[in-house]
């Protein structure tokens, strides 16, 4: 009477394809997330015994390698998942071959706003880690509250993996309404920090995504001229803690040490919501054992654990929830369609914390912002929490609301201004 | 003695994927290039009568199709050799997988400049019409005849195919060592001709690749501006007289007409330069009874033969000499990579003339350039040709050059001007 499937759970053996590099340098490197992976596969064999994950992994370190690699391996037998790529432009080859094929694709990565279409190319893309539209959230909702209006949007264009630019894509796609001005900061040596403020002054809000060290120079210009009175609001995005993004630190042990921490009192710095409960503990010193075990160099900043690795290890629990609810229904594994359908508009216990992927299949994003709240010592804190599954925007008391209120330069009524310059 | 393959030439079965959009409205669709397939099929039947072209078309309408067709197929058994795609972003996933697999590409499109990186992603891809990049010799070549200095790049983009980001694109490469300034043309129709001119003022030449209506207002604008009297040169690209490129024709029978001749007696046009030789007319002949027999409608203006046309008719030529050479040395259709090499560097006699495919796989290309030799009337005629095999431009008797003399606006030394104006 009873199903054998629900009683005895009999072996379903589950291909799995992770496409990740093989370099070290990478947040999402394989040597760094393949102990997350194989943590979940561990810990997945209580819930799921009759579960066999066999994890295979291929290369990515270049932009068609995985590509590649699905195209080749599928002729013989197609992966039941796919976890990852990470970065856009493999991704974006791999995860539309995938939805042809209706694989189950689950990235921490592919974040850039095109991702979004699940409509056609990208119909088998689940996104466990926030996108960058879900990160302009916290921006939308601040220019709400606090009543600004135009922004000026400033990235640095690596020309490769393009991170920033895609960051601020989000921003820009989520934010279209408002007036927006976008500068690309050129990495020749030649470029001119202070060249930005010479046009677009009257943008009151300035989104910047850049390397710390690029923040500092901007930072350092915009102090230079007097836009950190108040006149305009800086933002940094610092999403992965990875050198590409810079990390709201003003201290290099440089003479403009002391100016620049006075600039930095004005930038606020927008991060993941970082959550700890007691089992991420665990987590992260295995994560911290295996980093040192493999002797792994290249990536100083890289930390052991990071979104990449959390949202890995939430994929494959994503996934053997979803394939289980599945298969009780009477589907299999090759339903990748079906099973992807499963793993939406959905809440899991990640990690970390709650994982809650939206009706679209987009992981749903928690923001903090961070204010120097003592321009003393030039130390930051939290003043701020977004929460994207309610869409709120949470003050904190170390919020000083003076710091967020625009002093709006006076306005010069059109003819006045003709006759104030009437020489020219 | 004798090899057999020499003599007997058993038969040789040839696979071949002709990836090309169903729908009728390109230039380059299915029911327009597979009479030109065909009749090179029966051309080479004498020749190399023991080749067996197996021709399997597959669908590019959608810009992921042609690549998940390759794919797919690829699985039972990889074709020998693939024709097409001709539109940028659908050649790139093709070619990157093609080349992975070594398998022979053979494009009349993919002209973008990107698609010049045969060392690595696109090793595999022979270009049989001139790319952008060949396009933008005629302006270098011009450019140095005339001495001109500086050139705005105005382009309409369509954010589809993009033909004329990508043209722009090819004399921006070939011509960085200019003073170059890029501008986009609008679709929405609130665009502003007039702004185009209000900026850019100092750039001598106005190179644009736009329909034809829109070349119209944009000189039309510049007519208005006086920028017509011979103090810049004003060039259209037209290509594939297909309804993106302007094609000259400045009559639209409206109360515009007279002041569109005299603005287009400025304005003058590059073209594929067009040789006929008398078995043209019959291969000719025989594409507008196919095109008529199928009834093709939704693409007035794609002419029975056009480049593409004739460049997959070609195609099919090329690799059927290299891979007849390469057997002769002891290869088989399997060595992808050689017959490639094979189709470098050579020359074959095309239907409608020489092709000549330079060392690095990409055809060499002629072009012509028309101006308006009577004003009166509003007629144009070819001027002078550019040929990209000696790199020769050559100067016919209905050139006027005072037509192509700049006249250089009076230059004021700064020092004149900051007398000049002293109020600002």
Not at 118 to 133: C, D, F, H, M
Not at 349 to 366: F, Y
Not at 389 to 395: H, I, T, V
Request: overall charge negative.
């Amino acid at each position: 009477i009873f199903s054998p499937v629900l009683t005895d759970s009999p072996t379903e053996e589950i291909e799995v394809l992770a496409l990740l590099p093989q370099n070290n340098s990478f947040l999402f490197s394989q040597s760094r997330v393949a102990p997350a992976i194989r943590y979940a596969q561990d810990r997945l064999r209580a819930d799921h015994p009759g579960f066999h994950f066999n994890i295979h992994f291929e290369d990515s370190d270049q932009v068609n390698h995985a590509l590649f690699a699905l195209a080749d391996r599928s002729c013989d037998r197609k992966p039941d998942l796919i976890l990852g790529p990470v970065r856009e432009y493999e991704a974006a080859g791999v995860v539309r071959l995938a939805s042809h094929w209706h694989i189950p694709v689950i990235s921490a990565g592919a974040l850039a706003t095109a991702f979004r279409d699940k409509q056609s190319e990208y119909s088998q893309l689940t996104r466990i880690a926030p996108s960058y539209v879900k990160m302009a959230e916290i921006f939308s909702a601040m220019f709400e509250h606090f009543t600004w209006r135009s922004a000026l949007l400033l990235y640095e264009d690596d020309r490769r993996d393009r991170d920033c630019y895609f960051t601020l894509e989000g921003v820009h796609h989520l934010m279209d309404h408002y007036d927006m001005e976008v500068e690309t900061i050129h990495q020749e040596p030649t470029f001119k920090y202070e060249d930005i403020f010479k046009t677009n002054l009257d943008m009151e809000v300035v989104i910047m995504c850049a390397g710390a060290d690029r923040i500092r120079e901007i930072m350092l210009a915009a102090h230079r001229r007097q836009l950190t009175n108040g006149s305009n609001m800086f933002f940094n995005v610092d999403l992965f803690n990875a050198s590409s993004y810079g990390n709201g630190s003003w201290r290099r042990g440089d003479e403009f040490d002391d100016e620049a921490r006075q600039a930095y009192a004005s930038l606020n710095t927008v991060t993941l919501l970082r959550t700890v409960k007691p089992e991420y503990e665990n987590f992260s010193m295995e994560m911290q054992r295996s980093t040192e075990e493999l002797g792994l160099y290249g990536c100083d900043d890289c930390g052991n654990v990071n979104m990449f690795v959390e949202g890995f290890h939430d994929a494959l629990v994503l996934y053997a929830s979803a394939l289980d609810e599945c298969m009780k229904s009477g589907c299999t594994k090759k339903n990748g369609t079906e099973i992807t359908s499963r793993m939406w508009n959905r809440t899991i216990e990640g990690i970390a914390g709650q994982v809650s992927i939206d009706a679209n299949g987009d992981r749903v994003g928690d923001f903090s912002l961070m204010a120097m709240t003592n321009v003393e010592t030039g130390s930051y804190e939290v003043v701020a929490n977004y929460f994207g599954k309610n869409k709120s925007f949470q003050l904190l008391p170390a919020l000083r609301s003076d710091h967020f209120t625009l002093k709006r330069r006076q306005e010069v009524p059109e003819k006045e201004k003709e006759v104030e310059n009437p020489s020219c």
